[in-house]
Nanobody, 122 residues
Framework: QVQLVESGGGLVQPGGSLRLSCAAS????????MGWYRQAPGKQRELVAT???????HYADSVKGRFTISRDKDKNTVYLQMNSLKPEDTAVYYC????????????????WGQGTQVTVSS
């Protein structure tokens, strides 16, 4: 019943910026946390950034100082502002949400977006 819809991926030049968006919709009761993961070809999926309902944020060391995660609570949407992009940032980026839905019963689960390609190249 819950769906995550991403937007904002694409091609960007090194040193450029890109903003990803992820909106959660459906029978949502509450959202504990939302975040972003990425997976480059031949590499393991890694955590990029998270934003909790309490307002705390966490970043991977590789993106600290360059990426910023934010959340619009009323819209159930999380954003990832990516600045000073490098070729090594090229990957498929996945939105993730830890949430509780309600369809007759409460259901705590983790939901994933479909993934969006980010390519940093000249």
């Amino acid at each position: 019943q819950v769906q995550l819809v991403e937007s904002g991926g694409g091609l960007v030049q090194p040193g450029g910026s890109l903003r990803l968006s992820c909106a959660a919709s459906g029978s949502i009761f509450s959202i504990n946390a939302m975040g972003w993961y990425r997976q480059a070809p031949g590499k393991q999926r890694e955590l990029v950034a998270t934003f909790t309902s309490g307002g705390s944020t966490h970043y991977a060391d590789s993106v600290k100082g360059r990426f910023t995660i934010s959340r619009d609570k009323d819209k159930n949407t999380v954003y990832l502002q990516m600045n000073s992009l490098k070729p090594e940032d090229t990957a498929v980026y996945y939105c993730n949400a830890d949430l509780t839905s309600y369809s007759g019963r409460y259901y705590r689960s983790t939901s994933w977006g479909q993934g969006t390609q980010v390519t940093v190249s000249s």
